[in-house]
């Protein structure tokens, strides 16, 4: 029996290449951007969409629910707003393509408005909000999700985790979901044989359950507030963009074809508002008076949003990234056989 040494799967740099080696033999001619979307997710902490996905997205593409080498063409184009059509593509791919457009419009119009249709899971919604604030610009990015979420008081889940991210300079970064937590630490916490937090998930009654096994819905962050938040996106997507609406799109691992995934990606140039100098000045004595405020357990410092993935990529860079056991293996098996 073959013993899997996981300390040499804790360099981001070896685990880039052997990601981007299997994406390349199914054919995405962007094997290395997508492999450094789920690596750097991963560093920052956000496992359940890091390097986790690789297995998903490699089986999306062999069951042709992703396609490799998509036609990704503008459906419709005022300048500062573009709809998208990403012809079923890796929802990396999709989004990085939307990102790069927001950013060219915004710098040319002001605001670059960017809707991508037929587009399929693309990880973390951070990822593509930060590139867009890399560029001095503020990056709004948000996506439609298969339904996993309970509404509040309810049963049935209708609504997707639905994400929204939010960055402006490299210090400020929301990502959010608009449930509790997303299903994957549902799905960690069983195998995990972990119990879940209170408030996280419901059973088959809408009752609040600790067990991962008898979840099965989400629970809306705070309450009806994070149900509204939730449809708040699913009309900003699928609604305005178009596709499924969540309850109508099949869940990761178990479509037939493309999913019809819907993004929005939102570039603002603070230069045309109040001013870049400004804006800029004015987040960092935000962010500064935030951070060195009262704490009211010494021991635990006020943060922003960023401050815990910054810390774990400084941590993760300084001592490897932390890779579950299943990933591992998968790692150990794409590197002999990338296909």
């Known amino acids: 029996m073959t013993t899997i040494d996981a300390r040499r799967w804790h360099d981001p740099a070896e685990i880039t290449q052997v990601a981007t080696t299997a994406l390349a033999a199914h054919g995405v001619a962007e094997a290395r951007e997508v492999a450094e979307v789920l690596v750097e997710t991963s560093l920052l902490g956000v496992h359940t969409h890091g390097v986790r996905l690789l297995g998903s997205y490699l089986d999306e593409l062999r069951r042709s629910v992703a396609t490799a080498t998509p036609e990704i063409v503008i459906v419709k184009d005022t300048g500062p707003v573009v709809q998208v059509d990403a012809g079923d593509a890796l929802g990396v791919v999709a989004a990085l393509h939307g990102a790069r457009l927001a950013v060219q419009r915004a710098k040319t119009h002001g605001v670059g ?75 960690e916490r069983g195998r995990a044989d972990r119990a879940l937090e209170p408030g996280w998930a419901v059973d088959v009654d809408g009752v609040g359950t600790l067990d991962a096994s008898r979840a099965r819905g989400l629970a809306p962050l705070g309450g009806y507030k994070g149900q ?96 579950d056991a299943a990933t591992i293996a998968l790692l150990e098996t794409l590197e002999r056989d990338p296909r």
């Open 113 to 187: 408005l960017i809707g991508v249709r037929r587009s399929n899971h693309f990880g973390a919604a951070g990822c593509y909000a930060r590139r867009i604030a890399a560029h001095g610009l503020v990056g709004l990015v948000t996506t439609s999700a298969a339904a996993r979420v309970a509404p509040f008081n309810g049963v049935d889940p209708l609504l997707g985790t639905n994400p929204v991210a939010l960055a402006y300079g490299d210090r400020f970064c929301l990502d959010m979901a608009t449930s509790q937590v997303c299903f994957g630490e549902i799905k």
């Open 228 to 323: 509204g938040l939730g449809m708040a996106v699913t009309l900003l997507t699928a609604v305005l963009v178009g596709g499924p609406l969540d309850f109508e799109m099949a869940h990761v691992g178990t479509a037939r074809h493309g999913r019809g995934v819907a993004h929005l990606l939102l570039a603002i140039d603070p230069e045309v508002l109040g001013g870049a100098e400004a804006a800029t000045a004015a987040l960092a004595r935000l962010l500064d008076a935030t951070q060195g405020s009262r704490a009211a357990d010494p021991a635990r410092p006020v943060l922003v949003p960023g401050d815990p993935q910054h810390r774990n990529r400084e941590r993760q860079l300084a001592q490897g990234i932390e890779l």
